[in-house]
Each structure stands twice: as structure tokens, then as C-alpha cells.
């Protein structure tokens, strides 16, 4: 089987990290993707040697991809503009479609019309984002599948495995708290600045890694606040970490006794918290859909009120400060993702329906399904 996923953005978010993880796991089933997106935000590099990659703005070219590859199935995450393309190359097989934007008013654009195309079924990957979706569509079905982590990959390293000489590099004496992801409003740097300012008022033994935000549209606003408010010393910025040392920068984490903390203001799933805690780092997180899914509070990390300062750093305290609780939530926290978020536990249903549908249209065509 051949399975095209169209999206817009090639970025090093939690939509592209999921998508190499899944496909390799496609791989080992017979099932071969190959991606196509329209513009590079930074994420060639972790999708690059897994799948075929297509990059290209140009419409005609787009056609010419979704013409000449006989794909068995094509999926578009959050990209409007696909329909369009698919219906002028004339293809006629199944169509799955991916929400995972989480905010509504983004959401509607790719929503709203399909330009004559009818999708089979629109897969989300969380309870939160499916409440979302219907909302916006009442005729389609909606299927939860959660993202899902390679814990082959993403595993809690052994002292002897760690890469101690890459950055960022492990201070002495101090407990890190490591913040992932892009710096923009909805990943909220702000409060985390202002956790910061708490934290470096009241102590001294604790470090703060801001991972990512290379190519983020805030990261100039970002960069003259942090300085400003004199904060360079407790928050370290790394913009450009390596896909493939995150293994090693989690588990330096782990070690200093620290633990991730998200200040984001809403997520569709968040594939940092199941990274996190796969390698025996607890998450501190506010207590909201999706992240209910994901964070067993008080077994796997801490959830603190809404967006409430105090309370974060409150949570942040509880796990920095107990050696024995750390413990516990590492292991508690691998053990809860190797059984639901791996991704040979969640991998399954996608093959399953994307199985199912494939075969219910060649059917359709009076073919038979020699895969099935």
C-alpha cells in the first residue's frame, strides 16, 4: 500500500514528529508514505531519512506528484488548498482527512468545503480535538487515533548512553526545567518568562531550557523580552536542537532531577509531554483537555489552575524538591506511555481503518484487495 500525506507546513512540531513516527512503523507493515508539503519551516531534517519528501508551492507540479504515484490513499492535514489539488488530478481513491489545528477559527478553513471531494473519515488525535471537529462537521466520521512515540527512539538513556559533550550542556548543582516547542502565543513564552522571574527571585538552584523557536514568527519579541527582564542567566534558549539528540537532552533532564513544564494555551494532543515522559521526565502542565489525556496528575507530573503563575511554579516545587516523587513519576510515566502512547500501541487502528477503507474502495471498483 501507498499513502500520500499532504501537509502545508514542514515544521519540527508534534504534527510531523508523530507522522516519521507512524511511518516507520507503516513500513514495517507493508504500508509505504511518502509526504508533500508546501513550505520548510526547519523540518526537512527529521522526515528526510524515513520517507519520500516533497516540497514544492508549484499547483501543476502538486498535480503531476498525485497523478504519476498511484497512491492507495491520500491524507490532508489541515491543508484546504489540497482538495482543490486532488480533484484537478482527477484521483479517485480514498481521501482520510487529519484536524489537528486547536484552535476553531483556524480549524474552519480546512473544514468548511472539501471543493467537491468526499472524505471517508477525518481522524483526530484526541478526545478534545474530536469535540472540535464536530462542531465544525456532522456528516463525516470522526475517529480518535493518538499520536504515537517510538520508544526505540525515545527511551530513558542509561548515564554511559548520554551525550554529555553535546549542548545543552549539563550544569553543575542545578535542576533543569526544560520548555519545547515553538515561541508563539499559543505555546505562551510569556508565563513561562514570568515563572521564570518567580523562580529566579526565590532561588538559585534551578535552570531553565527553552528548546526550539528557530523559525517562530515571536522569536525577535521573544529575544528582547528575555533580555529586558534579565532573565538570560536562569533561562538558557537553544533554537536549533537536533531532532536527533532530543533523547539526549531529555535524559540529561532526568538526571538533574527536573522535569518538562508546558505553559500552552490550548493543544490538539502535544507530543512533547508523551516524549517527555517515555524517557523518565515528569511533566508539569496546566489541567485542561487534551493534556488530561495524556498526564496522569499526581502519577506521571503535576497540573497546575489554568494559567496561574504561582500554582505552576507551585507544581514545579513538588517535583524538583522530592528526589523520591521524581522517582517514582519517571517510571511511573514510562511505564504509562509504553502502554498507551507507544507507537506500536496506537499504530494499529490507523492501519486498520486506512486497511478497511482501501479495501471498501476497491470494491467500489470491482477490484480485489490483494494486500487484505
Not at 61 to 69: A, F, L, S, Y
Request: net charge neutral; hydrophobic share 40%.
Amino acid at each position: 500500500m501507498k499513502v500520500l500525506v499532504i501537509w502545508r507546513l514542514l515544521t519540527v512540531g508534534g504534527v510531523n514528529a508523530g507522522w516519521r513516527n507512524r511511518s516507520i512503523y507503516f513500513k514495517q507493515h507493508g504500508i509505504h508514505t511518502e509526504f508533500l508539503y508546501t513550505t520548510d519551516h526547519g523540518g526537512l531534517h527529521i522526515m528526510q531519512d524515513v520517507a519520500p519528501v516533497y516540497l514544492t508551492k508549484d499547483e501543476s507540479e502538486i498535480i503531476k506528484i498525485i497523478k504519476n504515484n498511484a497512491y492507495d490513499a491520500i491524507i490532508v492535514v489541515d491543508t484546504g488548498a489540497a482538495y482543490k489539488w486532488i480533484r484537478k488530478a482527477k484521483y479517485n481513491g480514498p481521501v482520510i482527512v487529519e484536524a489537528r489545528t486547536p484552535e476553531l477559527i483556524k480549524l474552519m478553513p480546512h473544514l468548511k468545503t472539501f471543493k467537491g471531494i468526499q472524505p471517508e473519515l477525518i481522524i483526530v488525535p484526541s478526545h478534545y480535538q474530536k469535540r472540535l471537529v464536530s462542531i465544525l462537521t456532522d456528516d463525516i466520521p470522526i475517529n480518535v487515533v493518538y499520536n504515537g512515540v517510538d520508544t526505540s527512539f525515545f527511551r530513558a538513556l542509561s548515564i554511559e548512553e548520554i551525550d554529555f559533550n553535546s549542548v545543552p550542556t549539563l550544569p553543575k548543582d542545578k535542576k533543569i526545567i526544560g520548555w519545547i516547542g515553538r515561541l508563539d502565543k499559543r505555546k505562551n513564552w510569556p508565563m513561562l518568562l514570568e515563572v521564570a522571574k518567580k523562580i529566579k527571585s526565590e532561588r538559585d538552584d534551578i535552570e531553565i531550557w527553552i528548546i526550539g523557536g528557530a523559525q517562530s514568527v515571536q522569536r525577535e519579541e521573544f529575544n528582547v523580552t528575555w533580555q529586558e527582564e534579565e532573565l538570560t542567566e536562569i533561562i538558557k534558549w537553544f533554537p536549533v536542537i537536533p531532532y536527533q539528540q532530543m533523547p539526549h537532552v531529555y535524559a540529561k533532564i532526568r538526571l538533574s532531577g527536573g522535569c518538562t513544564l508546558a505553559t500552552t494555551k490550548c493543544e490538539s494532543f502535544g507530543n512533547t509531554f508523551i516524549e517527555s515522559m517515555i524517557c523518565g521526565v515528569p511533566v508539569v502542565a496546566s489541567n485542561m483537555m487534551p493534556v488530561t489525556e495524556l498526564v496522569a496528575a499526581g502519577k506521571t507530573g503535576l497540573l497546575f489552575r489554568g494559567l496561574n503563575v504561582e500554582d505552576a511554579v507551585k507544581q514545579l516545587y513538588g517535583i524538583l524538591d522530592d528526589p523520591v516523587n521524581h522517582q517514582q513519576m519517571s517510571q511511573a510515566a514510562i511505564d504509562m506511555v509504553q502502554q498507551k502512547f507507544s507507537i506500536q500501541a496506537v499504530s494499529g487502528d490507523y492501519i486498520h481503518l486506512l486497511k478497511k477503507i482501501c479495501q471498501m474502495n476497491k470494491g467500489a471498483d470491482g477490484e480485489v484487495d490483494a494486500i487484505l
